[in-house]
């Protein structure tokens, strides 16, 4: 029997493109729809690994609230296929400067060229290291309650101070459910102002630091003290800090920088995404770490038309010298196609 290998077309890398879009979740694919449609030569590198992975729906996303983490990705990267665009699965390893753009190096030794580059890797969340914790990540372990408030609402919900903003956190599940319990854990409990505010709130405090999370047929049913006793919860919400995933990044001097709201770290960019490297954009988790789903889907969509901009301005002056060269002229005086750009794409 002979073996037949199956290769899909959209897997094989082609010579050079337009734009590499690095990271596939909302910010990158809705970025390489953008320039697609714009008739650019895209290509999508993806490790298939989106932040909100763990959760069972995408909440606060307008038309299609509530649609499952994989299909809302399947669903975009149809459409960007439907353009003509490559969605490429595979980890992009390091990024160096050449002549005319970027040579991109996957973990699996490929190598792809582009014009410009879109970085939309996203961040990686750094949880508390409490045992049991990171098994109920995304599910009775949350952190943002425009994601998952409705969901929890009036259960009893614990609030884990690992971090400046837990009073905060503290009142803004309050708006959900009229049972929060704050846990001071590794942070000093409320005083002042901030303890009058829970006690105005109804939120209790409980002291000291957190051991573990009881687990029940697969359902949190409490936070466990370090004294051993148990406060019963159904819901027990954390902040992690965020790291941006930017190591691909480096060689290229762009690293990440602390978060002015103490989340963690991120890529600076000014307010369509353009970083500090000539040639390179960042959307989505990459360098606002708050963004949700709408919002990185909004920022890749706003930085892929700047890439497309400057990618027409530097065709328009490729072209412009070619036609002020008279060698060029006399060629296409003689019927000689003539193109003054690069072409790309179709
Ligand atoms: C538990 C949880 C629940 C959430 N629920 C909601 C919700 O209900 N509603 C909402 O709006 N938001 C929600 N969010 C936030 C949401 O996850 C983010 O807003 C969203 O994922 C950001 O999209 P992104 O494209 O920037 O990054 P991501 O979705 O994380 O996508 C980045 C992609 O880049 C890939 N990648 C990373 N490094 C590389 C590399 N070197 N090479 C190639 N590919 C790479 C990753 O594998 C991934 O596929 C939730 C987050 C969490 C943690």
Do not use: K
């Amino acid at each position: 029997m002979i073996a037949v290998e199956v290769v899909t077309v959209t897997d094989q890398l082609r010579d050079g493109y337009d734009v590499v879009v690095v990271g596939g979740g909302a910010a990158g694919l809705s970025g390489a729809l953008m320039l697609a449609r714009a008739r650019r030569s895209v290509v999508v590198i993806d490790a298939g690994a989106p932040r909100n992975a763990p959760a069972a729906g995408v909440h606060g996303l307008l038309a299609r609230d509530g649609i499952g983490p994989v299909e809302l990705l399947e669903r975009g990267r149809a459409e960007v296929r439907g353009y003509g665009a490559q969605v490429v699965p595979g980890e992009v390893d390091a990024v160096a400067r050449e002549d005319n753009g970027f040579a991109v190096a996957l973990a699996d030794g490929r190598t792809v060229r582009a014009r410009r580059m879109l970085a939309a890797t996203g961040l990686t969340d750094e949880l508390p290291d409490i045992p049991g914790l990171r098994a109920r990540w995304g599910r009775d372990v949350v952190h943002c309650p425009y994601c998952h408030g409705w969901e929890v609402r009036d259960r009893a919900i614990g609030v884990l101070a690992n971090g400046p903003l837990a009073v905060h956190q503290a009142l803004l599940f309050r708006q959900w459910s009229a049972d929060v319990t704050l846990f001071s854990h590794t942070m000093a409990p409320p005083a002042g102002e901030e303890a009058e505010q829970m006690a105005a709130r109804g939120i209790s405090v409980v002291d000291g630091e957190v051991a573990a999370l009881e687990i029940v047929e697969d359902r949190l049913v409490g936070v466990r003290r370090g004294d051993g006793t148990v406060v019963s919860r159904e819901v027990l919400a954390i902040s992690s800090r965020m790291a941006a995933r930017t190591g691909f990044l480096a060689a290229l001097g762009l690293r990440p920088a602390e978060h002015p709201g103490g989340m963690g770290e991120h890529i600076p960019s000014d307010a369509t995404g353009r970083t500090e490297v000539p040639g390179v954009w960042v959307a989505g988790n990459v360098t606002d770490l708050a963004a949700q789903v709408g919002t990185a889907a909004a920022a890749g969509a706003a930085a892929a038309a700047q890439i497309n901009a400057d990618l027409v301005a530097e065709d328009t002056r490729q072209a412009v010298a070619a036609h002020r060269d008279p060698l060029t002229r006399v060629r296409s005086a003689s019927g000689e196609q003539v193109t003054g750009g690069r072409r790309h794409g179709r």
